[in-house]
Every structure is written in C-alpha cells, then in structure tokens.
C-alpha cells in the first residue's frame, strides 16, 4: 500500500483486510478512509492543451512543425494538424 505508513513501527508493508490495514511488521492495524477503500478515480482530459497547441499553429505558422509535433507527442491520432502541415 503506497503511502501508509505504520505509526507504531514505521513500516510501508500492509495487508489490506476489509476495511482495514494490518502492518505486516508489528501487527498494527489502521481503518481505512472511504476514498482509500475505494480508490480515486481521475481524469486526465489533454483536449484543451491540444486547443491551446493548435491556437499557437495558427498565430505562428512559422512555429507550426513544432507545435504540429507537440500535439502529435499528446494525440498521435490527431487528424486536424495534417492540414498544418
């Protein structure tokens, strides 16, 4: 379990046993958080880093390949930047 660490002993090393954690060192064992039973669930959205990409393709056209390459680097699949190119 990335990021617990044990009070008592200072050990990293848990078994994870319903909602609880027991250190596998000293036998300590730790109630778990809902979001740490569950897990965080994130979303990483690149479109508006892309937009930003393409904005900066059209205000310098002389820059063009290397922001074309950039949004290539975040979205190969990326079918607008070809007419950029």
Do not use: H, W
């Not at 050990?11 to 897990?39: H, M, P, W």
């Not at 393709?57 to 390459?69: G, L």
């Amino acid at each position: 379990m990335v990021g617990i660490k044990c009070k008592s002993c200072g050990a990293e090393d848990f078994t994870k046993s319903g909602g609880q954690v027991i250190c596998n060192y000293c036998g300590s064992t730790y109630i778990l958080e809902d979001n740490e039973r569950t897990g965080k669930e994130t979303t990483i959205s690149l479109s508006s880093d892309i937009d930003i990409l393409l904005d900066k393709m059209r205000m310098d056209p002389d820059n063009a390949k290397r922001y074309a390459n950039l949004i290539l680097d975040i979205d190969p699949s990326n079918k607008e930047i070809y007419k950029y190119l």
